[in-house]
């Protein structure tokens, strides 16, 4: 059974007569709580019997699992042996006791949260990645705080309240993370509560609070967005530029760290300089090195490759570009590359028409690519994942 948020991830989240709606006005804006009224909406991608199932037989490290209680504070020496390894009746105890538990990059532990990270990358271009928090009943893991990255909470089971607050700092930088003390939460903006099968989307730099609501425990999964800003190409951008252009390498001037330095001769050449730059500026270099920096970032999706790898490729099986794979093709020279998750993978140029073949999404087979060693080309791409067989 094919799993329901694979073809389109960020419906399944907010129904997909949202998304147009997210985008123009919502997305990096405002919050966004939809209640679906589905109590089972989500049941596919984890359960608390899954949370037990982990924390209980899998010998985690420290940094893989945190516990969190707004009315105490608690360390990782608690919870964690000499070892580094996560103790599991230090666990058990502190959260009958009403800590919070949470379970980090929880994508890497279970399967089915890596896939729909996956189809969330795909959709988003940026790393994106799940943390579990199971909350006893009548408890609060986190006093009032912002995120600085924008979050997706998906509510797994029980209810959850949640109070929404302002923004004391606009679209923060990822190292930008909140202080306390430093920012107040503000005037009480909204307040809901998240039932099971429900979703709300929570854009960073928003202060926020949540304390369970009802009898029962609250298991809900936070789904980080980690993007690239403009800031971050722009950058590059500069960076390469800076390749073409001598005059953005020079030194800054001998003394410019004496009290006497003049400042309105350098206020003058940088304004030159900038004037150099919006002139060398270029979009594609800098978009293509954080596009490739992106791709190979991801791990390949590769579920069966061990398993098959003794496996012939016929010359007339099916296969089909994997539908959340990213790749660019690229030239290097006399090579041709495909930019692939985990590395790059190089072809004679004359494999390009067959490469475009197997990747443009739709089925294929090794001999309608009309390339020597088809089959040998077709073995490369199922290795890595960015084909599969149908």
């Known amino acids: 059974m094919r799993e329901p948020w694979l073809d389109d991830p960020l419906g399944y989240l907010i129904g997909r007569e949202r998304i147009e709606a997210f985008f123009a006005r919502i997305y990096e804006r405002e919050a966004l709580v939809v209640a679906h009224g589905d109590a089972k909406r989500f049941a596919g991608l984890l359960s608390i019997d899954d949370v037990d199932r982990i924390v209980t037989s899998v010998d985690l ?64 271009s940026a790393h994106v990645q799940t943390n579990l928090y199971l909350t006893p009943a009548n408890a609060q893991g986190f006093r009032t705080h912002y995120d600085n990255h924008d979050v997706l909470v998906v509510q797994i089971a029980g209810e959850k309240r949640w109070r929404l607050y302002e923004k004391p700092i606009e679209a923060p930088y990822r190292g930008e993370g909140f202080e306390t003390g430093k920012y107040e939460s503000g005037e009480l903006k909204h307040e809901f509560v998240l039932k099971a099968g429900d979703c709300a989307y929570v854009p960073r730099g928003l202060m926020h609070d949540a304390v369970t609501s009802g009898a029962e425990p609250s298991l809900h999964i936070t789904v980080g967005l980690m993007t690239r800003t403009w800031a971050d190409l722009m950058l590059e951008a500069v960076s390469e530029a800076a390749l073409r252009a001598p005059e953005l390498r020079r030194s800054l001037p001998a003394g410019f760290a004496h009290a006497d330095f003049d400042r309105d001769t350098a206020r003058a050449d940088l304004r030159r300089l900038a004037e150099l730059l919006a002139r060398e ?63 790059e993978l190089e072809f004679a140029p004359d494999a390009r028409p067959a490469l475009e073949r197997a990747l443009n999404g739709e089925a294929f087979t090794p001999a309608q690519l009309a390339v020597e060693n088809a089959g040998e080309l077709t073995a490369k791409l199922l290795a890595y994942g960015l084909v599969a067989r149908v």
């Not at 594609?284 to 991801?298: N, Y």
């Open 61 to 124: 490290r420290e940094g893989q699992l945190d516990l969190a209680d707004a009315s105490r504070q608690l360390r990782r020496s608690d919870y964690v042996d000499s070892a580094g390894y996560v103790d599991r009746g230090a666990v058990a105890d502190l959260h009958r006791k009403g800590a919070t538990i949470i379970l980090q990059q929880a994508h890497q532990l279970e399967p089915p949260l890596g896939r729909f990270c996956r189809a969330l990358e795909y959709l988003f």
């Open 281 to 343: 500026v270029q979009l594609d270099p800098a978009l293509d090195l954080i596009i490739d920096t992106f791709i190979r970032s991801r791990p390949a999706d590769n579920r069966f490759a061990l398993r098959d790898a003794a496996r012939p490729i016929g010359a007339d099986e099916r296969f089909r570009a994997g539908s959340h794979a990213p790749f660019r093709l690229a030239e290097d020279g006399d090579k041709l590359v495909v930019i692939a998750p985990g590395g």
